[in-house]
């Protein structure tokens, strides 16, 4: 998965600049038109349905899985792209952004928590794209790990986990309460990193623009 803490900006330099027409990027564009698809089939019944929230986390799980495939692709086969570099971070802010706001929509997520880690994570993106052509920000591994934490909570919470009855109802209300807590460590992971990157982010500007002045 290409997280914004995580992938390294290259710089197509020394080599021919690859065609915008292939698979990476048709994935890349596949999981951007599956986000109103996502949002739908967790809204359906108001998230009552247990058929279409199961839907909802089959295009999430599809999505965060073609997110690592198209990156490795792209990296493997020297088919790194301008239009890859921009349109994958929004591909996949958009999936898991959509899954935030719809989650709390449902009442599976509060507001607070979706609004804070939103703010997060499109800030972080905008930096990254404003300074990329000057600053490299190197590889982060708490973003690797906030990454994770947020996927799998999310992928937790948009199961029917709340909607299933007797017995099986039971255990699935405990699952959720497990989402909720992975979803906890998901949010701090989130805010602690963001400002990690924003430091190291202001450190290196500076020192860019020390070293370019000379």
């Avoid at 803490?5 to 048709?26: C, F, H, I, K, Y």
């Avoid at 949002?39 to 089959?58: M, N, P, Q």
């Avoid at 965060?64 to 692709?73: E, R």
């Amino acid at each position: 998965m290409s997280t914004d803490e995580a992938d390294v900006v290259s710089t197509d330099q020394g080599r021919g600049q690859a065609s915008n027409w292939n698979l990476p990027n048709a994935l890349t564009t596949l999981r951007i038109v599956l986000v109103p698809f996502f949002a739908w089939a967790v809204l359906v019944d108001d998230g009552e349905s247990v058929l279409w929230r199961c839907v909802a986390f089959a295009i999430f799980a599809g999505a965060m899985i073609t997110d690592k495939v198209d990156g490795d692709l792209a990296r493997k086969h020297d088919l790194v792209t301008n239009f890859g570099k921009i349109a994958d971070p929004i591909a996949d802010k958009a999936i898991t952004g959509m899954a935030f706001i719809a989650l709390s929509i449902i009442g599976e997520l509060w507001w607070w928590v979706t609004i804070v880690v939103l703010l997060r994570e499109w800030s972080v993106t905008l930096m990254r794209l404003s300074v990329a052509k000057h600053v490299v920000i190197a590889a982060n591994r708490g973003g690797k790990v906030k990454t994770v934490l947020q996927t799998a909570a999310l992928g937790a919470l948009l199961l029917p986990l709340r909607q299933i009855d007797g017995t099986a109802g039971e255990i699935t209300a405990a699952l959720w309460w497990v989402a909720v807590v992975l979803m906890g460590a998901a949010v701090v992971a989130t805010v602690w990193t963001g400002i990690d990157f924003f430091k190291d982010a202001v450190t290196q500007r500076r020192h860019h623009r020390s070293t370019t002045s000379v």
